[in-house]
């Protein structure tokens, strides 16, 4: 199965696609965690992206097609978590399953409002050493600002200062959000209220899986 996870920052697609993609043995491919990681290792593609991301904006198209070309495995299952992000991603998406003869199963699209996703962005923590999210009233750790899994200090990711937060959202208002049209025109969109708790979103999510799989 490949699965397209689309919606706003902060909208839990991380967090649910971490959980599905062990569930059903998946790859999970998450492209922000793939740039945050180049930018770690100060790569080319990092030292050019830490720019766009520090700002929240969207990196160079060509930059991220390069990146799942790379990263995209011959048989497919996978999670793509935030891509693709624009219309030309979407399409080279399209080409690239084509030619390696797989196809895009569904796109579930995390409806959630501006209102909730500064709240979660704002309260989320995350792991220096091993990336794991938190979130310090929705899903704290055990021990105040340390990691559970690995017990390495607990972070706030750059972009999740509330400034950048306001301009992530008017780029997915304006760059991504006709991604949802484009996709239900397709008949591949499945939509799941994103507001709920982490648990009462997964049943939604998996409800859909499910009955992908039972067709
Ligand atoms: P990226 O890392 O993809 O950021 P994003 O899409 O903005 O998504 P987030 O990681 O912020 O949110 P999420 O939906 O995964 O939520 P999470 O599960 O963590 O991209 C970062 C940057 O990289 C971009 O701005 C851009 O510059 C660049 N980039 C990446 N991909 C790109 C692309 N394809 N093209 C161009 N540029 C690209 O949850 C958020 C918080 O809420 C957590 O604390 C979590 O614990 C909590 N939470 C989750 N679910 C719930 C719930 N149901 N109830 C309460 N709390 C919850």
Redesign the pocket.
């Known amino acids: 199965m490949n699965l397209v996870?689309l919606?706003?920052?902060?909208?839990?697609?991380?967090?649910?696609?971490?959980r599905l993609s062990q569930e059903l043995g998946l790859l999970h491919i998450?492209?922000?965690?793939?740039?945050?990681e180049a930018v770690r290792n100060k790569t080319d593609l990092g030292l050019k992206?830490k720019e766009?991301?520090?700002?929240?904006?969207?990196?160079?198209?060509d930059?991220?097609i390069a990146m799942?070309e790379e990263v995209l495995p011959e048989g497919g299952g996978v999670i793509f978590?935030?891509?693709?992000?624009?219309i030309a991603?979407a399409r080279a998406l399209d080409d690239l399953l084509q030619k390696k003869g797989l196809t895009l199963n569904a796109v579930i699209y995390?409806e959630?409002d501006d209102e909730?996703?500064v709240?979660?962005?704002s309260?989320?923590?995350?792991c220096k050493t091993c990336g794991a999210?938190?979130?310090?009233?929705?899903?704290p750790p055990k021990e105040d600002e340390i990691c559970d899994k690995c017990g390495s200090p607990l972070i706030q990711?750059e972009?999740?200062k509330e400034e950048?937060?306001r301009n992530?959202l008017r780029?997915?208002r304006d760059q991504?959000a006709p991604l949802i049209d484009y996709y239900r025109q397709k008949s591949l969109l499945y939509t799941v209220d994103?507001?709920?708790?982490?648990?009462?979103?997964?049943s939604s999510l998996r409800e859909v899986i499910d009955a992908k799989e039972r067709n």
């Open positions: 996870f919606g706003p920052p902060g909208a839990g697609k991380g967090t649910q696609a971490k998450s492209t922000g965690d793939l740039l945050r992206a766009y991301m520090d700002r929240g904006e969207l990196v160079p198209d930059l991220i799942i978590d935030g891509f693709p992000r624009t991603q995390f959630v909730k996703v709240e979660r962005l309260g989320r923590r995350v999210v938190y979130h310090v009233k929705f899903n990711r972009d999740d950048v937060v992530r780029v997915y991504t994103a507001s709920k708790d982490i648990d009462q979103v997964y």
